[in-house]
């Protein structure tokens, strides 16, 4: 059999449930197109209806062997196709859009041919200021980077997460764009002003490498963002029988039978003012102190997307540290003020906090009726951390096949102490990529400290099949 003979017996296997005979078969159509040096046998309009695998690898093919090919019309044709077809730019995680371009421009400089629309050469890509001012990409494909417990410490550590995860989502994940980035609490370790400059900076770097505003981050507290030293400061220390207010239970601490310890909650409420100061320089806006506004709401309407924000750390202190819960009157704020804003009515609505409904230890939100107003109010998904490891599961309000529901999305610890790492669980994060109703959650693990990310293919697939490193949800 002749090597072009070959081509259609391929192109079956491309259509192969087996990932990996499609994805051997599809390398091997490139590395025979190389061999025969035909880039006009196969153009793109045939490729459209086979496999994206395939597309990937005929546009590497073009990539790194310019120079060989006969360039004309028809090659730069199939790739200014592939730019302007939604399904190959959504497909991949970006690789075919990232690999046209990249084409597109070795043909024009390795080839020396340039398009009649494009005259000069293209310039070199120069370094971006700390925080672009450019607009985000408009797209409905959405990228939303989801770190969790990030637990900074040093300056140090700002430098080599930054690079270790910039570096992951380029160099491996080839992401085009972020959309968003959701930090759901224990951004510092212990709520100091340096742990905070340390995440700064940070996000900092991480926005030289992508473009985000302000009202492209969303930020919750969790119980690691309060100040113990501050929430110490607040209690004073009182004989029983001298105080003459009403003792409130949960709101003083009883040292003895006749010693107590009754707090200041004007001073109580300070305990927040890190995270406060740290949100204030991120997001540009203050975050509140008083409980019942502790909420936050990010639109995104080119996407047609609402984030909701809460603090499920607002009952925490030094003395009692597993009284995570939602504060009702902050839920009722929000939830009024999404009802009577008609753009946000019909917007995919996720929100965020920091502590588990569901856990092994005491310090899970116990009162979980809240879920029942957010299902009602049309909220489809909610992230949070805190238990550092990577979870998935559902919460049904209706039993009916398409029932109100909510998707629980959760992601490990991108950077607690080694020693707070659970067994078997390294340090983790989600990447969740939204292209019209389904949802993918990427989830990549860092097995060593100075290490690189990778995939964590943790996601059962059923009985006999592999893992895989991500799984899909329907929207």
Excluded at 12 to 28: D, E, G, P, W
Excluded at 159 to 166: E, G, M, P, T, V
Aim: charged letters at 25%; glycine letters at 4%.
């Amino acid at each position: 059999m002749k090597l072009h003979e070959a081509i259609p017996e391929l192109i079956k296997l491309s259509q192969h449930k087996n990932y990996f005979i499609r994805h051997m078969a599809a390398q091997t159509i490139a590395q025979i197109q190389l061999i025969l040096v035909i880039p006009r046998s196969i153009n793109f309009d045939q490729y459209k209806k086979y496999k994206l695998a395939e597309v990937v690898y005929w546009v590497q093919s073009v990539l790194k062997n310019a120079k060989s090919y006969e360039v004309d019309e028809e090659v730069i044709t199939s790739l200014q196709k592939i730019l302007k077809d939604e399904k190959s730019v959504a497909g991949n995680y970006g690789y075919i859009l990232n690999y046209a371009i990249k084409a597109l421009e070795a043909i024009q400089k390795e080839c020396n041919y340039y398009n009649y629309r494009l005259t000069q050469p293209i310039a070199e890509s120069k370094s971006q200021p700390d925080i672009p001012s450019s607009q985000p990409i408009k797209t409905s494909l959405m990228y939303i980077l989801h770190l969790s417990d990030l637990h900074f410490g040093t300056p140090d550590q700002a430098k080599r997460w930054s690079n270790q995860l910039a570096s992951d989502l380029q160099n491996e994940l080839a992401i085009p764009h972020l959309d968003a980035l959701i930090l759901s609490g224990d951004i510092a370790n212990k709520s100091t002003p340096a742990e905070y400059a340390a995440a700064q900076q940070f996000l900092n770097e991480l926005r030289q490498e992508f473009t985000l505003k302000p009202e492209q981050i969303i930020i919750v507290p969790g119980n690691h963002d309060l100040n113990w030293p501050l929430a110490k400061k607040a209690y004073q220390l009182i004989d029983r029988d001298e105080y003459e207010g009403q003792l409130k239970p949960g709101e003083y601490i009883e040292e003895s039978a006749s010693v107590i310890r009754v707090r200041d909650e004007e001073k109580y409420k300070q305990r927040f003012e890190h995270f406060c100061n740290f949100y204030q320089a991120i997001k540009t806006q203050p975050y509140p102190l008083e409980y019942d506004q502790q909420y936050t709401l990010d639109h995104f309407p080119t996407q047609n997307l609402l984030i909701l924000g809460l603090n499920s750390a607002w009952q925490l202190d030094h003395h009692d540290k597993s009284r995570a819960s939602i504060n009702m009157n902050a839920l009722s704020n929000a939830l009024t003020a999404i009802r009577r804003h008609p753009d946000y009515k019909n917007s995919l609505k996720i929100a965020v906090w920091h502590h588990p409904l569901d856990s092994a230890w005491e310090d899970r939100i116990k009162d979980q009726s809240f879920m029942e107003q957010l299902a009602v109010a049309g909220f489809r998904l909610f992230l949070h951390g805190h238990v550092h490891k990577a979870e998935t599961n559902l919460y049904r309000y209706d039993m009916s096949a398409n029932g109100r529901k909510l998707d629980r999305i959760c992601a490990g610890t991108f950077g607690a102490p080694t020693q707070e790492l659970n067994p078997g669980y390294p340090w983790q994060y989600n990447l969740l990529k939204i292209s019209e109703n389904n949802l993918t959650v990427y989830t990549r693990r860092r097995e060593e400290l100075n290490g690189a990310w990778k995939p964590d293919a943790r996601w059962l697939m059923g009985a006999g099949q592999n893992p895989l490193p991500y799984y899909e949800i329907s929207l």
